[in-house]
Protein backbone atom coordinates (compact mmCIF):
# COMPACT_ATOMS: atom_id res chain seq x y z
CA UNK A 1 0.00 0.00 0.00
CA UNK A 2 0.57 3.81 -0.32
CA UNK A 3 2.31 3.69 3.37
CA UNK A 4 4.61 1.01 2.80
CA UNK A 5 5.69 2.35 -0.15
CA UNK A 6 6.19 5.85 1.25
CA UNK A 7 7.75 4.55 4.27
CA UNK A 8 10.66 2.73 2.06
CA UNK A 9 10.99 5.64 0.07
CA UNK A 10 12.05 7.34 3.27
CA UNK A 11 14.54 4.49 3.91
CA UNK A 12 16.84 6.07 1.67
CA UNK A 13 17.55 8.42 3.96
CA UNK A 14 17.48 6.73 6.85
CA UNK A 15 20.74 6.75 9.34
CA UNK A 16 22.80 9.73 6.95
CA UNK A 17 23.97 12.63 8.93
CA UNK A 18 23.36 14.82 5.38
CA UNK A 19 21.07 14.96 2.26
CA UNK A 20 22.84 15.02 -0.98
CA UNK A 21 20.86 16.48 -3.97
CA UNK A 22 20.93 12.70 -5.44
CA UNK A 23 19.89 10.96 -1.85
CA UNK A 24 17.20 13.64 -1.87
CA UNK A 25 16.60 13.06 -6.11
CA UNK A 26 15.85 9.30 -5.41
CA UNK A 27 13.44 9.75 -2.10
CA UNK A 28 11.38 12.10 -4.04
CA UNK A 29 11.12 9.89 -7.29
CA UNK A 30 10.28 6.98 -5.16
CA UNK A 31 7.50 9.42 -3.51
CA UNK A 32 6.24 10.09 -6.78
CA UNK A 33 6.03 6.30 -7.53
CA UNK A 34 4.22 5.55 -4.84
CA UNK A 35 2.12 8.03 -4.77
CA UNK A 36 1.29 7.14 -8.45
CA UNK A 37 0.54 3.43 -7.77
CA UNK A 38 -1.42 4.29 -4.48
CA UNK A 39 -3.93 5.91 -7.68
CA UNK A 40 -3.27 9.63 -6.51
CA UNK A 41 -3.90 11.78 -9.74
CA UNK A 42 -1.20 12.56 -11.90
CA UNK A 43 -1.21 16.93 -11.23
CA UNK A 44 -1.32 15.97 -7.91
CA UNK A 45 1.40 13.99 -7.86
CA UNK A 46 3.74 17.00 -9.76
CA UNK A 47 2.68 19.44 -7.62
CA UNK A 48 2.89 17.94 -4.27
CA UNK A 49 6.19 16.18 -5.25
CA UNK A 50 7.72 19.85 -6.45
CA UNK A 51 6.75 21.38 -3.45
CA UNK A 52 7.78 18.39 -1.15
CA UNK A 53 11.36 18.99 -2.72
CA UNK A 54 11.33 22.74 -2.72
CA UNK A 55 10.68 22.95 0.76
CA UNK A 56 13.48 19.77 1.60
CA UNK A 57 16.14 21.78 -0.25
CA UNK A 58 15.25 25.34 1.47
CA UNK A 59 14.43 24.01 4.88
CA UNK A 60 17.10 24.84 7.26
CA UNK A 61 18.21 21.99 9.51
CA UNK A 62 16.35 21.46 12.98
CA UNK A 63 18.52 20.66 15.79
CA UNK A 64 17.51 17.00 17.23
CA UNK A 65 16.07 15.58 13.72
CA UNK A 66 17.51 13.80 11.09
CA UNK A 67 17.26 14.43 7.01
CA UNK A 68 14.88 11.26 7.19
CA UNK A 69 12.96 12.74 9.85
CA UNK A 70 13.23 16.10 8.24
CA UNK A 71 11.61 15.32 5.00
CA UNK A 72 8.59 12.74 6.93
CA UNK A 73 7.78 16.04 8.49
CA UNK A 74 7.56 18.07 5.05
CA UNK A 75 6.12 14.98 3.59
CA UNK A 76 3.41 14.99 6.48
CA UNK A 77 2.60 18.88 6.09
CA UNK A 78 2.03 18.80 2.49
CA UNK A 79 0.21 15.27 2.50
CA UNK A 80 -2.29 17.98 5.26
CA UNK A 81 -2.05 20.75 3.16
CA UNK A 82 -3.41 18.39 0.46
CA UNK A 83 -6.24 17.00 1.96
CA UNK A 84 -7.59 20.85 2.98
CA UNK A 85 -5.76 21.52 6.68
CA UNK A 86 -8.98 22.22 8.56
CA UNK A 87 -12.14 19.72 9.54
CA UNK A 88 -14.71 21.05 7.35
CA UNK A 89 -18.26 20.81 9.15
CA UNK A 90 -21.41 20.16 7.86
CA UNK A 91 -23.68 23.66 6.76
CA UNK A 92 -26.74 24.59 8.34
CA UNK A 93 -29.57 26.59 6.63
CA UNK A 94 -30.43 29.56 8.90
CA UNK A 95 -34.12 28.55 8.59
CA UNK A 96 -35.07 24.66 8.75
CA UNK A 97 -34.97 22.02 7.37
CA UNK A 98 -31.05 21.99 6.21
CA UNK A 99 -31.51 20.28 2.94
CA UNK A 100 -28.79 17.68 2.98
CA UNK A 101 -29.18 15.61 -0.47
CA UNK A 102 -26.56 12.90 -1.41
CA UNK A 103 -25.56 11.74 -4.63
CA UNK A 104 -23.16 9.48 -5.87
CA UNK A 105 -22.62 6.23 -8.33
CA UNK A 106 -24.78 3.15 -7.37
CA UNK A 107 -22.98 0.75 -4.15
CA UNK A 108 -20.89 3.95 -3.34
CA UNK A 109 -22.79 4.47 0.18
CA UNK A 110 -25.58 6.77 -0.44
CA UNK A 111 -27.89 5.19 1.80
CA UNK A 112 -26.14 3.80 4.20
CA UNK A 113 -24.49 7.39 4.78
CA UNK A 114 -27.81 8.81 4.86
CA UNK A 115 -28.39 6.68 7.81
CA UNK A 116 -25.44 7.23 9.42
CA UNK A 117 -25.50 10.61 9.02
CA UNK A 118 -29.18 11.22 10.37
CA UNK A 119 -28.23 9.27 13.10
CA UNK A 120 -25.28 11.47 14.07
CA UNK A 121 -27.63 14.91 13.73
CA UNK A 122 -29.91 12.85 16.30
CA UNK A 123 -27.51 12.07 18.51
CA UNK A 124 -25.01 15.26 18.52
CA UNK A 125 -27.85 17.35 18.27
CA UNK A 126 -31.27 16.23 19.17
CA UNK A 127 -32.45 16.38 15.33
CA UNK A 128 -35.60 15.46 13.84
CA UNK A 129 -34.30 14.23 10.46
CA UNK A 130 -36.93 13.23 7.68
CA UNK A 131 -35.64 11.46 4.43
CA UNK A 132 -37.38 11.24 1.26
CA UNK A 133 -36.87 8.28 -0.75
CA UNK A 134 -35.51 9.22 -4.66
CA UNK A 135 -34.22 6.49 -5.65
CA UNK A 136 -36.78 5.04 -7.95
CA UNK A 137 -35.18 2.86 -10.15
CA UNK A 138 -34.75 -0.05 -8.19
CA UNK A 139 -37.57 -1.31 -6.31
CA UNK A 140 -34.65 -2.62 -3.42
CA UNK A 141 -33.50 0.98 -3.11
CA UNK A 142 -36.68 2.24 -0.87
CA UNK A 143 -36.69 -0.94 1.44
CA UNK A 144 -33.00 -0.59 2.30
CA UNK A 145 -34.16 3.14 3.18
CA UNK A 146 -36.66 2.24 5.10
CA UNK A 147 -34.50 -0.64 7.04
CA UNK A 148 -32.34 1.44 7.41
CA UNK A 149 -34.24 4.78 9.10
CA UNK A 150 -36.18 1.51 11.04
CA UNK A 151 -32.57 1.31 13.17
CA UNK A 152 -32.80 4.73 14.35
CA UNK A 153 -35.80 6.09 13.85
CA UNK A 154 -36.05 8.12 11.41
CA UNK A 155 -39.59 8.33 9.23
CA UNK A 156 -39.32 8.18 5.36
CA UNK A 157 -41.31 9.58 3.11
CA UNK A 158 -42.11 7.91 -0.12
CA UNK A 159 -43.97 7.57 -3.20
CA UNK A 160 -43.11 4.33 -4.66
CA UNK A 161 -41.34 3.47 -7.70
CA UNK A 162 -43.40 5.14 -10.11
CA UNK A 163 -43.96 8.42 -9.50
CA UNK A 164 -41.04 11.04 -10.72
CA UNK A 165 -38.31 11.52 -8.10
CA UNK A 166 -38.65 15.38 -8.74
CA UNK A 167 -42.11 15.43 -7.69
CA UNK A 168 -41.53 13.21 -4.75
CA UNK A 169 -39.02 15.37 -3.70
CA UNK A 170 -41.50 18.09 -4.20
CA UNK A 171 -44.31 16.39 -1.61
CA UNK A 172 -41.22 15.25 0.90
CA UNK A 173 -40.53 19.14 1.63
CA UNK A 174 -43.68 20.14 2.02
CA UNK A 175 -44.37 17.12 4.45
CA UNK A 176 -40.93 17.93 6.59
CA UNK A 177 -42.57 21.59 6.17
CA UNK A 178 -45.83 20.13 7.52
CA UNK A 179 -44.04 18.39 10.20
CA UNK A 180 -41.26 21.02 11.25
CA UNK A 181 -38.54 18.60 10.49
CA UNK A 182 -34.98 20.69 10.97
CA UNK A 183 -32.96 18.51 8.73
CA UNK A 184 -34.39 16.60 5.38
CA UNK A 185 -32.49 13.86 3.82
CA UNK A 186 -32.50 13.10 0.27
CA UNK A 187 -31.72 9.62 -0.94
CA UNK A 188 -31.36 9.92 -4.64
CA UNK A 189 -30.11 7.14 -6.86
CA UNK A 190 -27.13 6.31 -8.52
CA UNK A 191 -25.70 4.66 -12.16
CA UNK A 192 -22.71 2.55 -12.84
CA UNK A 193 -21.41 5.25 -14.15
CA UNK A 194 -22.20 9.03 -14.80
CA UNK A 195 -24.99 9.37 -17.26
CA UNK A 196 -26.54 12.37 -18.73
CA UNK A 197 -29.83 11.23 -17.95
CA UNK A 198 -28.86 10.59 -14.46
CA UNK A 199 -27.37 14.15 -13.78
CA UNK A 200 -30.29 15.76 -15.44
CA UNK A 201 -32.61 14.32 -12.55
CA UNK A 202 -30.32 15.31 -9.78
CA UNK A 203 -29.58 18.66 -11.31
CA UNK A 204 -34.02 19.26 -11.36
CA UNK A 205 -33.78 17.85 -7.78
CA UNK A 206 -31.41 20.46 -6.87
CA UNK A 207 -33.17 23.43 -8.84
CA UNK A 208 -36.40 22.69 -6.74
CA UNK A 209 -34.80 21.71 -3.63
CA UNK A 210 -32.10 24.34 -3.14
CA UNK A 211 -30.08 22.32 -0.53
CA UNK A 212 -27.44 23.48 1.67
CA UNK A 213 -25.63 20.25 1.19
CA UNK A 214 -25.07 18.45 -1.92
CA UNK A 215 -22.82 15.79 -0.26
CA UNK A 216 -21.12 13.38 -2.80
CA UNK A 217 -20.81 10.11 -1.67
CA UNK A 218 -17.33 8.21 -3.08
CA UNK A 219 -16.12 4.94 -2.68
CA UNK A 220 -11.88 5.53 -1.81
CA UNK A 221 -11.76 1.55 -2.41
CA UNK A 222 -12.13 3.02 -6.61
CA UNK A 223 -9.27 5.14 -6.36
CA UNK A 224 -8.49 7.66 -9.67
CA UNK A 225 -12.43 6.22 -10.68
CA UNK A 226 -13.02 8.38 -7.35
CA UNK A 227 -11.55 11.38 -8.78
CA UNK A 228 -13.02 11.19 -12.25
CA UNK A 229 -16.40 10.63 -10.61
CA UNK A 230 -16.15 13.54 -8.11
CA UNK A 231 -14.77 16.37 -11.25
CA UNK A 232 -18.08 15.21 -13.24
CA UNK A 233 -20.65 15.28 -10.47
CA UNK A 234 -18.96 18.80 -9.40
CA UNK A 235 -18.77 20.18 -12.83
CA UNK A 236 -22.64 19.17 -12.94
CA UNK A 237 -24.05 19.93 -9.41
CA UNK A 238 -21.24 22.33 -7.76
CA UNK A 239 -21.53 19.81 -5.01
CA UNK A 240 -20.44 21.14 -1.74
CA UNK A 241 -18.68 18.40 -0.05
CA UNK A 242 -17.86 14.69 -0.06
CA UNK A 243 -18.01 11.52 2.03
CA UNK A 244 -14.92 9.10 1.44
CA UNK A 245 -16.47 5.84 2.29
CA UNK A 246 -15.41 2.01 2.60
CA UNK A 247 -11.86 3.37 4.31
CA UNK A 248 -11.92 0.81 6.79
CA UNK A 249 -10.79 -2.42 3.72
CA UNK A 250 -7.12 -1.98 3.05
CA UNK A 251 -8.08 1.13 1.38
CA UNK A 252 -5.41 2.61 -1.09
CA UNK A 253 -5.03 6.36 0.15
CA UNK A 254 -5.36 7.60 -2.99
CA UNK A 255 -8.67 9.13 -3.52
CA UNK A 256 -8.50 11.34 -0.20
CA UNK A 257 -5.71 13.01 -1.90
CA UNK A 258 -6.66 13.82 -4.76
CA UNK A 259 -10.37 14.84 -4.15
CA UNK A 260 -9.77 17.90 -2.84
CA UNK A 261 -6.80 19.05 -5.05
CA UNK A 262 -8.94 18.21 -8.18
CA UNK A 263 -12.29 19.53 -7.07
CA UNK A 264 -11.54 22.24 -4.43
CA UNK A 265 -14.57 20.82 -2.31
CA UNK A 266 -13.65 19.67 1.30
CA UNK A 267 -13.49 15.80 2.21
CA UNK A 268 -16.48 16.73 5.46
CA UNK A 269 -16.98 12.62 6.43
CA UNK A 270 -15.57 9.29 6.11
CA UNK A 271 -17.14 6.06 6.46
CA UNK A 272 -15.46 3.32 8.09
CA UNK A 273 -17.77 0.40 8.28
CA UNK A 274 -21.25 -1.18 7.63
CA UNK A 275 -22.91 0.02 10.86
CA UNK A 276 -24.73 3.40 11.71
CA UNK A 277 -22.28 4.75 13.89
CA UNK A 278 -18.96 4.09 11.76
CA UNK A 279 -19.00 7.86 10.07
CA UNK A 280 -16.45 10.53 11.20
CA UNK A 281 -15.63 13.66 10.69
CA UNK A 282 -12.66 14.08 8.01
CA UNK A 283 -9.24 15.14 9.63
CA UNK A 284 -6.84 15.73 7.06
CA UNK A 285 -3.82 15.63 9.81
CA UNK A 286 -4.61 12.37 11.13
CA UNK A 287 -5.32 11.23 7.33
CA UNK A 288 -1.81 12.09 6.36
CA UNK A 289 -0.13 10.14 9.49
CA UNK A 290 -2.79 7.25 8.53
CA UNK A 291 -1.38 7.53 5.05
CA UNK A 292 2.07 7.69 6.51
CA UNK A 293 1.63 5.21 8.79
CA UNK A 294 4.33 7.19 11.16
CA UNK A 295 2.19 7.88 14.04
CA UNK A 296 5.48 7.15 16.38
CA UNK A 297 8.34 8.93 13.94
CA UNK A 298 5.55 12.26 14.09
CA UNK A 299 5.45 12.16 17.80
CA UNK A 300 9.26 11.68 17.98
CA UNK A 301 9.70 14.59 15.61
CA UNK A 302 7.33 17.09 17.84
CA UNK A 303 9.30 16.10 20.40
CA UNK A 304 12.37 16.99 18.40
CA UNK A 305 11.14 20.51 17.78
CA UNK A 306 10.50 21.30 21.48
CA UNK A 307 13.82 19.88 22.08
CA UNK A 308 14.76 22.77 19.61
CA UNK A 309 13.07 24.87 21.00
CA UNK A 310 14.86 24.39 24.69
CA UNK A 311 17.70 24.50 22.93
CA UNK A 312 17.02 28.24 21.51
CA UNK A 313 16.00 28.91 25.21
CA UNK A 314 19.25 27.73 26.51
CA UNK A 315 21.09 30.06 24.05
CA UNK A 316 18.62 32.91 25.35
CA UNK A 317 19.72 32.51 28.82
CA UNK A 318 22.95 32.51 28.33
CA UNK A 319 22.72 35.86 25.61
CA UNK A 320 20.80 37.62 29.28
CA UNK A 321 23.78 36.32 31.62
CA UNK A 322 26.37 38.24 29.33
CA UNK A 323 24.11 41.07 28.73
CA UNK A 324 24.73 40.33 24.74
CA UNK A 325 21.39 40.41 23.70
CA UNK A 326 20.98 42.65 20.42
CA UNK A 327 18.65 43.35 17.72
CA UNK A 328 18.76 40.06 16.10
CA UNK A 329 18.19 38.48 19.10
CA UNK A 330 15.03 41.19 19.75
CA UNK A 331 14.31 39.69 16.18
CA UNK A 332 14.15 35.96 16.81
CA UNK A 333 11.92 36.88 19.86
CA UNK A 334 9.61 38.31 17.87
CA UNK A 335 9.45 35.30 15.16
CA UNK A 336 9.02 33.05 18.35
CA UNK A 337 5.96 35.30 19.39
CA UNK A 338 4.55 35.04 16.08
CA UNK A 339 5.12 31.51 15.91
CA UNK A 340 3.50 30.73 19.57
CA UNK A 341 1.18 33.82 19.08
CA UNK A 342 1.84 36.08 22.24
CA UNK A 343 4.04 38.03 24.18
CA UNK A 344 3.76 35.18 26.92
CA UNK A 345 6.15 32.88 24.83
CA UNK A 346 9.51 35.10 25.71
CA UNK A 347 8.22 35.10 29.03
CA UNK A 348 8.00 30.88 28.73
CA UNK A 349 11.60 30.82 27.26
CA UNK A 350 12.72 32.18 30.74
CA UNK A 351 13.42 29.63 33.24
CA UNK A 352 11.09 30.52 36.01
CA UNK A 353 8.36 32.86 34.66
CA UNK A 354 6.57 30.23 32.77
CA UNK A 355 3.41 30.55 34.78
CA UNK A 356 3.50 34.20 36.26
CA UNK A 357 0.14 35.55 35.99
CA UNK A 358 1.20 39.08 35.86
CA UNK A 359 1.70 37.91 31.63
CA UNK A 360 -1.95 36.31 31.34
CA UNK A 361 -2.90 39.56 29.47
CA UNK A 362 0.21 40.13 27.77
CA UNK A 363 -0.60 40.50 23.85
CA UNK A 364 0.76 41.96 21.04
CA UNK A 365 -1.16 43.19 17.99
CA UNK A 366 0.30 41.26 15.03
CA UNK A 367 0.58 44.29 13.24
CA UNK A 368 2.69 46.07 15.54
CA UNK A 369 4.97 43.02 15.10
CA UNK A 370 5.30 43.39 11.57
CA UNK A 371 6.01 47.04 11.58
CA UNK A 372 8.69 46.43 14.93
CA UNK A 373 10.17 43.80 12.13
CA UNK A 374 9.71 46.09 9.46
CA UNK A 375 12.26 48.80 11.96
CA UNK A 376 14.90 45.64 12.78
CA UNK A 377 14.94 45.06 8.97
CA UNK A 378 15.83 48.71 8.34
CA UNK A 379 18.58 48.09 10.43
CA UNK A 380 22.49 47.54 9.58
CA UNK A 381 23.89 45.00 10.74
CA UNK A 382 25.93 46.97 13.10
CA UNK A 383 23.01 48.82 14.72
CA UNK A 384 21.41 45.22 15.04
CA UNK A 385 24.47 43.92 17.11
CA UNK A 386 25.29 47.46 18.99
CA UNK A 387 21.77 49.38 19.40
CA UNK A 388 24.20 52.19 21.37
CA UNK A 389 25.26 53.21 17.90
CA UNK A 390 21.84 54.53 17.23
CA UNK A 391 21.78 58.07 17.32
CA UNK A 392 19.13 60.51 15.81
CA UNK A 393 20.43 60.59 12.05
CA UNK A 394 20.68 56.72 12.24
CA UNK A 395 16.45 56.45 13.77
CA UNK A 396 15.63 58.81 10.74
CA UNK A 397 16.87 56.85 8.42
CA UNK A 398 15.67 53.64 10.03
CA UNK A 399 12.38 55.16 10.39
CA UNK A 400 12.20 56.01 6.57
CA UNK A 401 13.53 52.61 5.66
CA UNK A 402 10.59 51.01 7.25
CA UNK A 403 7.80 53.49 6.88
CA UNK A 404 6.97 54.64 10.24
CA UNK A 405 6.98 57.83 12.13
CA UNK A 406 10.54 57.96 13.75
CA UNK A 407 8.68 58.40 17.25
CA UNK A 408 7.34 54.95 16.73
CA UNK A 409 11.37 53.84 16.45
CA UNK A 410 11.98 55.50 19.12
CA UNK A 411 9.68 54.02 21.15
CA UNK A 412 10.69 50.24 20.07
CA UNK A 413 14.14 50.89 20.85
CA UNK A 414 12.98 51.94 24.14
CA UNK A 415 11.40 49.15 25.06
CA UNK A 416 14.34 46.63 23.31
CA UNK A 417 16.31 48.61 26.64
CA UNK A 418 13.81 47.70 28.79
CA UNK A 419 13.62 44.50 27.74
CA UNK A 420 17.64 43.80 27.98
CA UNK A 421 17.84 45.76 30.72
CA UNK A 422 14.92 43.59 32.58
CA UNK A 423 16.54 40.55 31.31
CA UNK A 424 20.07 41.29 33.37
CA UNK A 425 18.00 42.11 36.39
CA UNK A 426 16.41 38.58 35.70
CA UNK A 427 19.37 36.51 34.92
CA UNK A 428 21.18 37.85 38.11
CA UNK A 429 18.47 36.67 40.13
CA UNK A 430 16.18 39.56 41.08
CA UNK A 431 12.32 38.41 39.18
CA UNK A 432 10.71 42.40 40.75
CA UNK A 433 12.26 43.25 37.59
CA UNK A 434 8.96 41.81 35.93
CA UNK A 435 6.93 44.36 37.80
CA UNK A 436 8.64 46.95 35.53
CA UNK A 437 8.13 45.25 32.31
CA UNK A 438 4.25 46.16 31.60
CA UNK A 439 3.77 45.66 27.54
CA UNK A 440 1.96 48.31 25.62
P1 LIG B 1 -25.78 3.35 -2.54
O1 LIG B 1 -26.08 2.52 -3.73
O2 LIG B 1 -24.87 4.48 -2.89
O3 LIG B 1 -26.98 3.80 -1.80
O4 LIG B 1 -24.90 2.43 -1.54
P2 LIG B 1 -25.38 1.65 -0.22
O5 LIG B 1 -25.59 2.58 0.89
O6 LIG B 1 -26.47 0.72 -0.58
O7 LIG B 1 -24.05 0.84 0.10
C1 LIG B 1 -23.53 -0.16 -0.73
C2 LIG B 1 -22.79 -1.20 0.12
O8 LIG B 1 -21.64 -0.58 0.71
C3 LIG B 1 -23.62 -1.72 1.27
O9 LIG B 1 -23.36 -3.07 1.40
C4 LIG B 1 -23.09 -0.97 2.47
O10 LIG B 1 -23.25 -1.70 3.66
C5 LIG B 1 -21.66 -0.81 2.10
N1 LIG B 1 -21.04 0.35 2.74
C6 LIG B 1 -21.43 1.65 2.72
N2 LIG B 1 -20.57 2.43 3.40
C7 LIG B 1 -19.61 1.61 3.88
C8 LIG B 1 -18.41 1.82 4.68
O11 LIG B 1 -18.05 2.93 5.06
N3 LIG B 1 -17.68 0.71 4.95
C9 LIG B 1 -18.04 -0.52 4.51
N4 LIG B 1 -17.25 -1.53 4.84
N5 LIG B 1 -19.11 -0.75 3.78
C10 LIG B 1 -19.91 0.29 3.45
MG1 LIG C 1 -28.98 3.64 -2.25
Redesign the pocket.
Known amino acids: GLTERLQNAMKTLRGKGKVSESDLRETMREIRLALLEADVNFDVVKTFVKTVRDRAMGSKVLDGLNPAQQIVKIVNEELTKTMGSDASELNKSPKIPTIIM?V?????????????LANKLKTEQHARPLFIAA?VYRPA?ID?LEQ?AKQIDVPVFQLGTDVDPVEIVRQGLAKAEADKNDYVII?TA?RLQIDEQLMDELANIKKLANPTEILL?V?AMTGQNAVNTATGFNDKLDITGVVL?????DTRGGAALSIRAVTGKPIKF?????KMS??DTFHPDRMASRILGMGDMLTLIEKAQQVSDEKQAADLEQKMRENSFDFNDFLDQMDQMNKMGGMESIMKMIPGLANNPALANAQIDPKDLAHMRATVYSMTPQEREHPEVLNPSRRRRIAAGAGRPVQEVNRMIKQFDQMKKMMKQMSNGNMGALDQMVPG
Not at 104 to 116: C, E, P, V, Y
Open positions: MGLQGAGKTTTAGKDAQVDGVDTKLDGVGEGEDL
